[in-house]
C-alpha cells in the first residue's frame, strides 16, 4: 500500500461545476496535509494546508480533513478552465523527531468549457 | 523577488559525466530540498538540508551529493550520471523543517537526460 495514494485521473469536470480531489494516506500519524497544483511542465505551487479535522475554505478552494478515515480532499468551486492542472496531496509525519513529507503521484484535472 | 532559482533548466549527458544544479534562495529560509520527479512516482526526496551547514539523505540519494553553500544555495552534484537519473530536478526551500506547517516553494525544475 502507498503511503499516499490519489486517483491519477484524467478527471473532468464541465466549468462552472465542483471538482473534487481525493487522496488517502496511511500513516495515522500523520499531522498536516498540503495541497499543491501543478501546471504542465512548471513546479508545484502550494494551494492550501490543513491540520485540524474539519473544513478550511480559501476562496474557491475548500480542503477537507478527516483523521479518523486517513483521508483529504481539496473541493474547487465554480471551476475554471485555468484549475486544468495536476494537483499534488501531500502529508507530513513527524515521528521519532523525524520529520518526512511525502507526496502523492498526483490527480491530473481537466475542466471543460 | 526571486523565490528559488535553479540552473540549468535543461541538461543532456551521456553516461559517465558528471554535473551540479545549482539552486539559490532569496527568502531567507533555513531548510532547503532536492526532489526528483518521475512519471508515475511522484515527487520523491533525494537529500535536504534542515540548516545551514547540515545536510541528510532523503528516500533516493544513491548517486548524488549535496553542499550547502551557505543559507542561500544548495547544489546537487551527480559524479557518473546514469540513465536512470533522466528526471526532473525540483530544489525547494521552506522556512524551517521542524514547523509542520513550513510549506515548500519550488523552484522552476531541471530537466536532466542521461543518453
Same mark, same amino acid.
Given at each position: 500500500?502507498?503511503?499516499?495514494?490519489?486517483?491519477?485521473?484524467?478527471? #473532468?469536470?464541465?466549468?462552472?461545476? &465542483?471538482? #473534487? *480531489?481525493?487522496?488517502?494516506?496511511?500513516?495515522?500519524? #500523520?499531522?498536516? %496535509?498540503?495541497?499543491?497544483?501543478?501546471?504542465?511542465?512548471?513546479?508545484?505551487?502550494? &494551494?492550501? %494546508?490543513?491540520?485540524?479535522?474539519?473544513?478550511?475554505?480559501?476562496?474557491? %478552494?475548500?480542503?477537507?480533513?478527516?483523521?479518523?478515515?486517513?483521508?483529504?480532499? *481539496?473541493?474547487?468551486?465554480?471551476?475554471?478552465?485555468?484549475?486544468?492542472?495536476?494537483?499534488?496531496?501531500?502529508?507530513?509525519?513527524?515521528? %521519532?523527531?523525524?520529520?518526512?513529507?511525502?507526496?502523492?503521484?498526483?490527480?491530473?484535472?481537466?475542466?471543460?468549457? | 523577488?526571486?523565490?528559488?532559482?535553479?540552473?540549468?533548466?535543461?541538461?543532456? +549527458?551521456?553516461?559517465?559525466?558528471?554535473?551540479? +544544479?545549482? =539552486? @539559490?534562495?532569496?527568502?531567507?529560509?533555513?531548510?532547503?530540498?532536492?526532489?526528483?520527479?518521475?512519471?508515475?512516482?511522484?515527487?520523491?526526496?533525494?537529500?535536504?538540508? /534542515?540548516?545551514?551547514?547540515?545536510?541528510?539523505?532523503?528516500?533516493?540519494?544513491?548517486?548524488?551529493? $549535496?553542499?550547502?553553500?551557505?543559507?542561500?544555495?544548495?547544489?546537487?552534484? +551527480?559524479?557518473? /550520471? @546514469?540513465?536512470?537519473?533522466?528526471? $526532473?530536478?525540483? =530544489? @525547494?526551500?521552506? @522556512?524551517?523543517?521542524?514547523?509542520?506547517?513550513?510549506?515548500?516553494?519550488?523552484?522552476?525544475?531541471?530537466? +536532466?537526460?542521461?543518453?
Amino acid at each position: 500500500q502507498k503511503e499516499v495514494e490519489q486517483n491519477s485521473g484524467p478527471l #473532468s469536470v464541465p466549468e462552472g461545476a &465542483i471538482a #473534487s *480531489l481525493n487522496c488517502t494516506y496511511s500513516d495515522r500519524g #500523520s499531522q498536516s %496535509f498540503f495541497w499543491y497544483r501543478q501546471y504542465s511542465g512548471k513546479s508545484p505551487e502550494l &494551494i492550501m %494546508f490543513i491540520y485540524s479535522n474539519g473544513d478550511k475554505e480559501d476562496g474557491r %478552494f475548500t480542503a477537507q480533513l478527516n483523521k479518523a478515515s486517513q483521508y483529504v480532499s *481539496l473541493l474547487i468551486r465554480d471551476s475554471q478552465p485555468s484549475d486544468s492542472a495536476t494537483y499534488l496531496c501531500a502529508v507530513n509525519t513527524i515521528d %521519532f523527531g523525524n520529520e518526512k513529507l511525502t507526496f502523492g503521484t498526483g490527480t491530473r484535472l481537466t475542466i471543460i468549457p | 523577488n526571486a523565490g528559488v532559482t535553479q540552473t540549468p533548466k535543461f541538461q543532456v +549527458l551521456k553516461t559517465g559525466q558528471s554535473m551540479t +544544479l545549482q =539552486c @539559490a534562495q532569496d527568502m531567507n529560509h533555513n531548510s532547503m530540498y532536492w526532489y526528483r520527479q518521475d512519471p508515475g512516482m511522484g515527487l520523491r526526496l533525494i537529500y535536504y538540508s /534542515a540548516s545551514e551547514g547540515t545536510t541528510d539523505k532523503g528516500e533516493v540519494p544513491n548517486g548524488y551529493n $549535496v553542499s550547502r553553500l551557505n543559507k542561500r544555495e544548495f547544489s546537487l552534484r +551527480l559524479e557518473s /550520471a @546514469a540513465p536512470s537519473q533522466t528526471s $526532473v530536478y525540483f =530544489c @525547494a526551500s521552506s @522556512a524551517s523543517r521542524g514547523s509542520y506547517n513550513s510549506p515548500l516553494h519550488f523552484g522552476n525544475g531541471t530537466r +536532466l537526460t542521461v543518453t
